[in-house]
C-alpha cells in the first residue's frame, strides 16, 4: 500500500505557458521583422500583386464587363449557370475544403502528441493554413468584404438583366445588402486549398499535386464568372488577399523562428570577432 501512495503522489510536470517562453517569441517576431523584407519574399510578392490588381481594376472597370460578356446571352441570361456538371463541380469544393480541413486538424493533433511538446514541421504548416482560412476566407473576405462593401452581382446589374448599376471593384455600394459580389468567397478558398496542396505536399510530389490544385481552383473560379455570380476583379482580388494573409502568417509563425536564429548567430560572431580583436 505505501508503494502505491508513493507512485500516486508523485508529483509530475504539467506543461504549461512561461513568461520565459512568451518573450521568446515576441523576440523571435521582433527580430524577424529587424530583417526587414527582401524584394523576392512571398510577402513582398503578394503585397504587390494585390496593389497591382487593384489599380488595374480601378483604373480599367470596363474589363470586368468585358470578361462578363463572355458568358452572358441577352434573352437567357448565363446559360452555363444550368449546366449539370459545372454544378456538380461547384458543390464539390465544399468536400474537398472539409477533407483538407479535417486532414489539418489530424496534422495538428498528431504534432501536439510529440514528445517535449515539439511541433513536427508539417504540424507548424497546418496551424498556419488553419489560421490562414480563419483570417483570409473567414474574416476578410466573408466577414469584412462582402458584408460592407455591398457590390451587386452580374446577374444583378442592369447591363446583364438585373436592376442594379453597375459598380467597379473597390467602390463601396448599396447595391446589394447580403452576400455581395465583392470579392468572392469560393474563389477566396479555392486559392486557400492551392496554398494548403503546396504547403502539406512532400516537394518530390508537388510537380504533380500543385499544378492539379492549380487546375482545380482556376475552374472553380471562373465556374462562379460563369454563372454570373462574380467579375473578374472578385476572383483574382480573393486570390491575391489570401496570397498576402497566408505570406504574412508564413513570415511570422514559420519563417520568423529561422530570421531569428540567423539574427542570433551573427551577434555571436560579432561578438568574437571583438574579443579576439
Not at 508503494?3 to 513568461?19: G, K, M, Y
Not at 463601396?172 to 468567397?185: E, K, T
Amino acid at each position: 500500500m505505501a508503494h502505491i501512495t508513493a507512485v500516486d503522489t508523485r508529483r509530475r510536470p504539467r506543461p504549461r505557458v512561461s513568461l520565459h517562453g512568451i518573450r521568446r517569441e515576441a523576440t523571435r517576431v521582433r527580430l524577424s521583422l529587424a530583417a526587414g523584407l527582401r524584394l523576392g519574399e512571398p510577402v513582398t510578392v503578394a503585397a504587390v500583386a494585390l496593389v497591382a490588381l487593384s489599380v488595374y481594376f480601378v483604373m480599367l472597370p470596363g474589363v470586368d464587363l468585358a470578361v462578363t460578356r463572355l458568358f452572358y446571352s441577352p434573352g437567357s441570361g448565363f446559360p452555363l449557370s444550368g449546366d449539370v456538371v459545372l454544378k456538380a463541380l461547384r458543390q464539390s469544393s465544399t468536400y474537398a475544403l472539409l477533407m483538407i480541413v479535417l486532414g489539418l486538424l489530424g496534422e495538428v493533433a498528431v504534432g501536439l502528441r510529440t514528445k517535449a511538446g515539439r511541433f513536427r514541421h508539417y504540424s507548424r504548416r497546418a496551424v498556419v493554413l488553419l489560421a490562414g482560412l480563419a483570417i483570409g476566407p473567414g474574416l476578410i473576405v466573408n466577414g469584412l468584404l462582402k458584408s460592407a462593401w455591398g457590390r451587386p452581382r452580374p446577374v444583378q446589374v442592369d447591363l446583364f438583366g438585373g436592376e442594379a448599376a453597375f459598380t467597379p471593384a473597390w467602390t463601396i455600394s448599396d447595391g446589394c445588402a447580403r452576400n455581395c459580389s465583392f470579392v468572392s468567397g469560393e474563389a477566396s478558398s479555392a486559392a486557400w486549398m492551392v496554398a494548403a496542396v503546396w504547403l502539406m505536399t512532400p516537394p518530390e510530389w508537388r510537380r504533380w499535386t500543385v499544378p492539379a490544385a492549380l487546375t482545380y481552383g482556376a475552374a472553380l473560379s471562373v465556374n462562379r464568372m460563369a454563372f454570373g455570380g462574380h467579375f473578374l476583379s472578385d476572383t483574382l482580388l480573393s486570390w491575391a488577399i489570401i496570397g498576402l494573409v497566408l505570406a504574412v502568417l508564413h513570415r511570422l509563425m514559420l519563417a520568423c523562428p529561422v530570421e531569428a536564429r540567423r539574427a542570433r548567430r551573427a551577434l555571436r560572431q560579432r561578438a568574437r570577432g571583438l574579443q579576439a580583436a
